[in-house]
Every structure is written in C-alpha cells, then in structure tokens.
C-alpha cells in the first residue's frame, strides 16, 4: 500500500486496480470471455430454476466460482509466461494445475446446476 493510501482512498484504488484486472481478463482471455457469456445467459435462469435463496446462492456462486478460478488460473498463466519462454517442468506442471482448478470449478458448477434442475423437475 502507497502512503497516504488508507481508507476510501485505498478501497478507491484497490477497485480501480480490480477493474483493471477485469478488463484485461475479458481482452486477453477467451477463456474467460466464454465463461463469462455463459454467465450472463445462465444468471437470470438462476433466479428463475432457484425456489429460493439458498438455491439462487448456490447457482449464482457456482458460476462466480467458474470465473474466479478462470482469473486465478489466468493470473498464474501470465506470471510464467513472464518468466519466459522456454519450457520448464515446473511451468508446465504450474499451468496444468492452474487448467486443472478451471476443470474442477466448471465439474462442481455443472453438477450444481444439474441437481438442482434435477430437483426441480424430477423430485
């Protein structure tokens, strides 16, 4: 943190710096990008499918959950790649849990949205 840069000030920058990281994510990322158009077409479905907040958190959050992972992974992408270019075991092995994570988050979002369509319909 820079002097002088507590409180509202810090909470200012630190929102600035956040949306920074979005708006790199959704130029640079395709990844992203689709995770987040599947997102947006599957948020009001939510509140839709969803009888009731617990339902509307847990499929509202499973799709959060997708695009944190997506930017952790990203982030973690870009930093190897700052490293440089050529290949090395533990970059590769750092990219592929990274990937691995992404993999896990869109498995627990998918099975998320399944039982609780499930339960609507079926149950």
Same mark, same amino acid.
């Given at each position: ?12 920058? +630190? ?75 533990? +970059? ?32």
């Amino acid at each position: 943190m820079k002097p002088g840069h507590r409180g509202w000030r810090h909470l200012i920058h +630190s929102t600035h710096y956040s949306l920074k990281g979005l708006k790199a994510a959704f130029r640079n990322e395709a990844a992203f990008r689709q995770e987040l158009g599947l997102c947006l077409v599957l948020l009001p479905l939510a509140l839709w499918l969803g009888r009731g907040p617990v339902e509307w958190i847990l499929l509202v959050g499973s799709c959060l959950l997708v695009l944190i992972v997506e930017l952790l992974n990203s982030a973690i992408e870009s930093v190897v790649d700052r490293i440089g270019p050529e290949r090395h075991e533990l +970059s590769g092995r750092a990219k592929d849990i990274g990937s691995a994570a992404v993999m896990l988050a869109l498995m627990l979002a998918g099975l998320t949205w399944v039982l609780v369509a499930w339960q609507r319909f079926f149950a």
